[in-house]
């Protein structure tokens, strides 16, 4: 009688726990910002939602791309003296006082590249994320009328108070970032630092009463926390058979 044993040991793709790994990541990430320099005197705190869609390598660096939507209500520049009753409203079509709401709408878009500054734990693929990235930034005043028309404030009206202004943007960041050995939970806390070099695009400014032609450094500065899908392929786990 002939007894034939077979052993075999299957192993697939290195595991995120052992080794440095390549990998694509997408990223949704909250933040939240304080502004400084020459946004601080058009606009109040704001929030961003954010997609990163990032590359790491087996050494770990990162090669990203990113793109954001910054929002917020808190407008400190006045823009309407020249149309404004000396009790300070604005007049309707009806003759009535409009309801007028003004908005922060801005985004951002950028290249990045980061390195990652791993620890023994948990594992060579989480640690401490440094950032930094070339783009551009847009912002802009949004201007609504509720309830009623208001002529002074028409679509074309809108153009000469919205303050549209864009430019070259640099971006610095620093986090943590956490890839999990199970894969269940995989986030990024960090901190973000923006420079906006921006200026105006609009052709007329209604509240200058002249084209706005100044040279503008915007800066927000805030925290950011990030739910990340990394899209590696898990490796199965080991088995034998006889």
């Not at 949704?28 to 005197?41: E, F, N, Q, R, T």
């Not at 392929?233 to 088995?239: D, S, V």
């Amino acid at each position: 009688m002939t007894i034939i044993c077979l052993f075999t040991r299957v192993t697939a793709q290195v595991s995120i726990k052992d080794s440095s790994i390549y990998t694509p990541m997408i990223a949704i990430s909250y933040g939240y910002y304080l502004p400084a320099g020459d946004m601080v005197k058009r606009f109040g705190n704001s929030s961003a939602l954010q997609l990163n869609v990032d590359f790491k390598t087996r050494f770990n660096w990162i090669l990203g791309v990113n793109g954001s939507y910054f929002f917020g209500k808190d407008i400190k520049e006045s823009l309407f003296d020249s149309i404004k009753t000396s009790g300070g409203n604005i007049i309707s079509e009806d003759g009535e006082f409009a309801d007028v709401r003004l908005y922060e709408r801005g985004f951002t878009v950028s290249g990045s590249i980061g390195r990652l500054i791993t620890f023994k734990r948990p594992n060579p693929n989480s640690g401490i994320r440094i950032d930094i990235g070339l783009g551009f930034m847009q912002h802009k005043i949004r201007i609504e009328t509720i309830g009623n028309k208001v002529p002074q404030l028409s679509k074309e009206y809108k153009k000469g108070y919205d303050k549209l202004s864009n430019g070259f943007l640099l971006t610095e960041s620093i986090g943590y970032q956490y890839l999990s050995n199970n894969r269940l939970a995989n986030i990024y806390i960090g901190i973000d630092f923006m420079q906006g070099f921006t200026k105006s695009r609009r052709s007329y400014d209604y509240d200058m009463m002249k084209r706005d032609t100044r040279k503008r450094v915007d800066i927000l500065l805030g925290g950011r926390i990030a739910w990340i899908l990394p899209l590696y392929k898990k490796a199965p786990a080991e088995f034998y058979t006889y």
